[in-house]
């Protein structure tokens, strides 16, 4: 398969690539600047420069593949403020795919979240399918993703082999500077490894690896509408990751009041307030995916989060 990927220099892109390369795909991969198009020439990536709002580009590539997997998201636009323009541009881009992809029953694999699924209680991928795929953005936060989200899986109405991967809050492995990275800076910052209240609420996670697995899986693989869970790890307390973090580092390991969250870990204390159990068992036997990478809490005592 001849596949678009955008993103193909992020976190995950730079895992799906490779991943796709040894099966034998063509990969295109999107590059915004100099530097991410060199990284993706290294890789062996067909390079289209352009951005996520470059959206006849966008339709042009797509147009041309035999399927498309969208990683991309303007992470620093929300992370500064402004998470809904992130997540229209998301979803213009998304329905930029849909209309080059209609009619011809290729793939459209998108990611998406975990967190909020199903709060407090283990989401399946049967939930979280309550939104309505005609609307936008609902004007707030992670729904205005996730109505993206429904919205993709509409368009296997359309004849496009359209999936959802649902992803953990933490991808993990040697190099992420996402979630547990910030968790670790904090930890040094302040001199305490902390967790809000009594620790116990729960995140999903997967070893990036297994999760780029997964897509080159649901690219090949996954029925149209299809929503997946790329998880590995159910449900780790926040605690326990906490604790792992104090050891590493010799600090105390302290509880953080609800009250003083957003002051002691600033923009991360929304998403680890959370308590987001995940399952992927009906993933795992669809496709035949089973996670063979380090847990969460073994990569982190593997020890490269602490290197520096």
Known sequence: MRVFVTGASGWIGSAVVPELISAGHQV????????????????????????LDDLETLHSIASTSDGVIHLAFKHDLAFTGDFLGAANADRRAVETFGDALAGT????????????????????????????????????????????????LSLAS???????????????????HGFVATLVAIARDKGISGYIGDGSNRWPAVHRLDSARLFRLAV?????????????????????IAEVIGRHLNLPVVSIAPEDAGEHFTWLAHFLASDSPASSVLTQEFLDWHPVQPGLIDDLDEGHYFNG
């Open 28 to 51: 295109m991969g999107l590059a915004r600047s100099d530097e991410s198009a060199a990284a993706l020439v290294a890789a062996g990536v067909e390079v289209r420069r352009g951005t």
């Open 105 to 152: 029953d290729r793939p459209l694999v998108i990611a998406s979240g975990t967190l909020g699924v199903a709060p407090g209680r283990v989401a399946t991928e049967l939930d979280g399918h309550d939104d309505d795929p005609a609307v936008a953005a609902f004007g707030e936060g992670p729904l205005a993703r996730r109505a993206t989200a429904e919205f993709a």
């Open 158 to 176: 359309r004849a496009v082999r359209s999936s959802v991967m649902r992803l953990p809050p933490t991808n993990h492995g040697d190099g992420d």
């Open 220 to 240: 090949e693989q996954a029925p149209a509408g299809s929503t997946l869970h790329a998880v590995a790890d159910q449900g780790v307390p926040i605690r326990d």
